[in-house]
């Protein structure tokens, strides 16, 4: 069995009985039932070593939850990684999140921006995914009585606990299994796991860096076109003296630390 296939049905198993009080009304377990497209995912993309690991917080309600892909913006898990597969339904549905799988007619923004930033280099899927792979820390989708979505830094520590060790244990693995030079959070929620997985497995000398969400994505793309990568690089620990040699802008926010931490040595829409 692929590694991360293995990993991925264990962290399935960890999760699946635990329980949540309110203001948690519904849990959407996708690796439970849109777990076929998300095999082939793994399976396709997933194999080692690779120089970068991106990390997203947790499915969005018209991505992975329909797709069962991190960041599963239907149209570019479907046309440009070419996979589409059989979505089942959660045991329990919230009328106003229904499950439609890969027929879902909304759009994931974040997904629709990071997949569309990569696609515009790389055009071939497996290129990009010859040295990257997108993973999200958590597969659990919280809803609240309304359907409104509920991130896991805004829900109760004790319940978190075992959701987060869990996770981390199976961050600290995909960062064993894969072996990447460098750790790119989307969010900061998403770059302090890569930072305590990084050190649960002796990886705290790779860089680190931090992607923010929103339209820094639009703007990297904007930017890039003019010969200049300045949407905002984060990138922390080794690797900024080679940012500075290469004239990247430094700033707060980082929309393209992807460009900057692996590809120092070509414009990507040069």
């Not at 635990?18 to 995912?41: C, G, K, M, N, T």
């Not at 770059?191 to 860096?209: K, M, S």
Request: aromatic residues 10%; proline residues 6%; contains cysteine.
């Amino acid at each position: 069995m692929h590694p991360l296939i293995q990993a991925a049905r264990k962290l399935a198993d960890s999760l699946r009985g635990l329980e949540f009080s309110p203001p948690v009304a519904q849990v959407y377990r996708p690796l439970d039932y849109a777990w076929q497209p998300h095999q082939i995912y793994l399976q396709r993309f997933g194999g080692g070593p690779k120089r970068v690991l991106f990390l997203g917080m947790n499915p969005g309600p018209f991505g992975m939850a329909q797709t069962g892909v991190p960041f599963g913006e239907v149209a570019a898990v479907r046309d440009w990684m070419g996979i589409q597969a059989a979505v089942a339904r959660p045991s329990r549905e919230h009328p106003k999140r229904p499950i439609d799988g890969f027929g879902c007619q909304r759009s994931e923004v974040s997904g629709r921006r990071l997949w569309g930033l990569f696609a515009a280099r790389y055009p071939q899927a497996g290129d990009f995914f010859a040295g990257h792979f997108v993973q999200n820390f958590c597969p659990l989708v919280w809803m609240s009585e309304s359907g409104a979505n509920l991130t896991p830094d805004k829900l109760a520590a004790t319940e978190m606990a075992a959701v987060e060790h869990a996770c981390l244990e199976h961050l600290a693995e995909v960062v064993q299994l894969l072996q990447p030079s460098y750790l790119i959070g989307v969010g900061g929620f998403a770059e302090a796991r890569l930072r305590l997985a990084a050190a649960a497995c002796g990886r705290i000398e790779r860089a680190l860096a931090k992607l923010e969400k929103g339209d820094a994505f639009d703007d990297a793309r904007q930017v890039g076109q003019q010969g200049v990568i300045g949407a905002g690089v984060a990138l922390l620990g080794e690797g900024f003296a080679a940012l500075a040699e290469h004239d990247i802008l430094h700033r707060e926010a980082a929309a393209f630390a992807w460009i900057a931490a692996v590809e120092f040595q070509q414009h990507p829409f040069g």
